[in-house]
């Protein structure tokens, strides 16, 4: 290949890499009408036949917060944005200092779609998820846990509206 070539296709690899490494930082995907309550799963199988996904995050947690608190920030954050189930993922520990608020980073989709049809796994948010720390658990049983974590968090999430 000749060298011109090479280097406009490389030039043209890193362009698209950047384009998908900013991080977003307002929520513009899609919404529902709020609702009043949200379930939370953490199994894809407790996810029923009928809900629609809307919206894939990444939530990050400071550090010094419980983990009912966490659970707190993102049910309430995911009502606002209309949904009623709420699917955790896995989590991880952020790397040096960590955020002092709460942040909801969002990786599409841009249209909604049928969670038993057209879910492809905790594939979202990539250069986000890799730039953690280590894995750690934030399951069932921490969703209302009083003990205050001493790290920074960062947790998968998908939001679904089930109807």
Same mark, same amino acid.
């Given at each position: 290949m000749?060298?011109?070539s090479l280097? %406009? %296709?490389? *030039?043209?690899?890193?362009? %698209? %890499?950047?384009?998908?490494?900013?991080?977003?930082?307002? =929520? *513009?995907?899609v919404? !529902?009408? #709020?609702?009043?309550q #949200?379930?939370?799963?953490?199994?894809?199988?407790g996810?029923?036949a009928?809900? $629609?996904?809307?919206?894939? @995050? @990444?939530?990050?947690?400071?550090?010094g917060?419980?983990?009912?608190?966490i659970?707190q920030? &993102? /049910?309430? =954050?995911?009502?606002?944005?209309?949904?009623?189930l &709420?699917l955790i993922?896995?989590?991880?520990? @952020?790397s040096?200092k960590?955020?002092s608020d709460?942040? !909801? !980073?969002?990786y599409?989709?841009?249209?909604?779609?049928?969670f038993?049809?057209g879910?492809?796994?905790?594939?979202?948010? !990539?250069?986000?998820?890799?730039a953690?720390? *280590?894995m /750690?658990?934030?399951?069932?049983?921490?969703w209302?846990?009083?003990?205050?974590?001493? =790290? *920074?968090?960062k &947790?998968q999430?998908?939001?679904l $509206?089930?109807?």
């Amino acid at each position: 290949m000749p060298k011109r070539s090479l280097s %406009l %296709l490389f *030039s043209f690899v890193c362009v %698209l %890499l950047t384009g998908c490494a900013s991080k977003p930082s307002n =929520y *513009s995907g899609v919404t !529902f009408p #709020a609702t009043n309550q #949200a379930e939370v799963s953490f199994q894809e199988k407790g996810v029923p036949a009928q809900c $629609r996904a809307f919206a894939h @995050i @990444i939530v990050h947690t400071p550090s010094g917060v419980t983990g009912a608190r966490i659970g707190q920030q &993102i /049910t309430g =954050y995911a009502k606002n944005k209309g949904a009623n189930l &709420i699917l955790i993922g896995i989590s991880r520990k @952020i790397s040096g200092k960590g955020p002092s608020d709460f942040g !909801f !980073f969002s990786y599409g989709p841009k249209q909604d779609y049928l969670f038993s049809k057209g879910w492809l796994g905790w594939k979202f948010g !990539f250069e986000d998820w890799e730039a953690g720390g *280590s894995m /750690t658990g934030f399951g069932y049983n921490n969703w209302s846990d009083t003990t205050v974590n001493d =790290y *920074s968090m960062k &947790i998968q999430a998908v939001f679904l $509206r089930c109807e």
